[in-house]
């Protein structure tokens, strides 16, 4: 693995796609090294025509030129042997040679289009694209090499026994996570099941207090029944099927809730055989006339099995309560019990 340059082993899987991504890579690279072959040997052959022209040409044109010193010699030689007149007549022989030669030319050009430059130019640029090609072709043969050696590399230091390893060391992680799931279901399962028998528990406490503040609710509300969460706390009533929240309720109507259930609380006290007394502190603050009226009654009615100790500073409102007064005179504060 250090000679591979890798810290941990890959996955079979990733180690396996990489294969088949360098396997079809090289083929790509194969098959551009083959058209890039193919193009070089178009090029080349196309090249070598365009060369065989050209000099088909210079021939043609160290010919002509020949051609021309040869007369210039023969017209040199003429005039010293020959008269003028023979003279002239030559020269319009060679003239019209040499039209005819220019002819010729002329009409080698106009059917192949091209001047001889652009023959050159074709060449220079056939020869640097045919090099270009080439280079090209020894990159991709490189990179072929580069592949090659890494999958004979990866074949020689024992890939598969390492992914057999990490196999099994796979299997057995899986194994422990069962393990581990498991545990796990046990313990959800233990915790539901506590959860329901502490329910039931807070259940069969909360229904005893419920079903003794029931009968005081409802000579205060006739609809309404109270609801109280897991922790004995307050937490709305339910009037015709419909439930409110405890907070949005009228502080007045908080209040008076309040006192039914700490009157239910002591009941329930003093079923088990415990005293209970029912303390009250300046209560009943927000409780308008009706209401007031009423919670009256049902202090009055629960009097008849509990004390209840009422501590107001207004002596009016609590005369109509019916109940024995007791007076701190020097506190200035009055008891009705």
């Known amino acids: 693995m250090k000679a591979l340059a890798l810290d941990t082993l890959p996955e ?10 360098n396997t079809a890579e090289a083929e790509r690279l194969a098959a551009e090294i083959e058209t890039a072959d193919a193009d070089i040997t178009v090029l080349g052959q196309a090249v070598e025509e365009a060369r065989e022209e050209f000099e088909g040409l210079r021939r043609e044109f160290a010919a002509d030129q ?5 007369n210039e010699a023969s017209l040199a030689v003429g005039r010293s042997q020959m008269g003028d007149e023979v003279l002239e007549t030559t020269a319009v022989r ?7 030669l220019q002819a010729v030319v002329m009409r080698l050009e106009q059917n192949r289009g091209e001047t001889v430059e652009d023959i050159n130019a074709q060449i220079t640029r056939f ?7 080439q280079e090209e072709s020894t990159k991709l043969r490189t990179e072929i090499a580069k592949t090659s050696g890494f999958l004979t590399a990866s074949e020689g230091y024992g890939v598969d026994e390492a992914l ?27 915790r539901e099941t506590l959860r329901s028998a502490e329910t039931e528990a807070k259940a069969r406490y909360l229904s005893p207090v419920i079903t003794r503040v029931e009968p005081y609710l409802k000579m205060l509300l ?9 922790d004995l706390h307050i937490t709305g009533v339910r009037r015709n099927g419909l439930e409110e929240e405890f907070a949005k309720l009228s502080e007045g109507t908080q209040e008076q809730i309040a006192v039914l259930t700490r009157l239910g609380f002591a009941e329930l006290l003093l079923d088990q055989g415990r005293p209970a007394t029912v303390i009250l502190d ?5 409780s308008d006339d009706d209401r007031i009226e009423r919670m009256f009654d049902i202090m009055t ?18 005369t109509r309560l019916g109940a024995r007064m007791l007076r701190i005179e020097s506190d200035d504060v009055t008891i009705a019990a």
């Not at 079979?12 to 991504?21: G, Q, T």
């Not at 390893?165 to 393990?179: F, I, K, P």
């Open 12 to 21: 079979r899987a990733v180690l396996e796609c990489e294969i088949r991504n």
């Open 66 to 70: 020949r051609d021309l010193e040869t």
């Open 94 to 100: 060679l003239e019209t040679t040499a039209a005819d």
């Open 127 to 133: 020869e640097n694209a045919a090099r270009i090609y």
């Open 164 to 190: 057999d390893t990490v196999r099994a060391e796979q299997s057995r992680l899986r194994a422990e996570v069962q393990n581990y799931e498991q545990e796990v279901a046990v313990l959800e399962l233990l």
């Open 222 to 230: 006739p609809t309404t029944d109270l609801v109280l969460d897991e």
């Open 282 to 286: 300046d209560a009943l603050v927000f």
């Open 301 to 318: 009615r629960a009097a008849d099995r509990m004390q209840i100790i009422i501590l107001t500073c207004r002596k009016r409102l609590f």
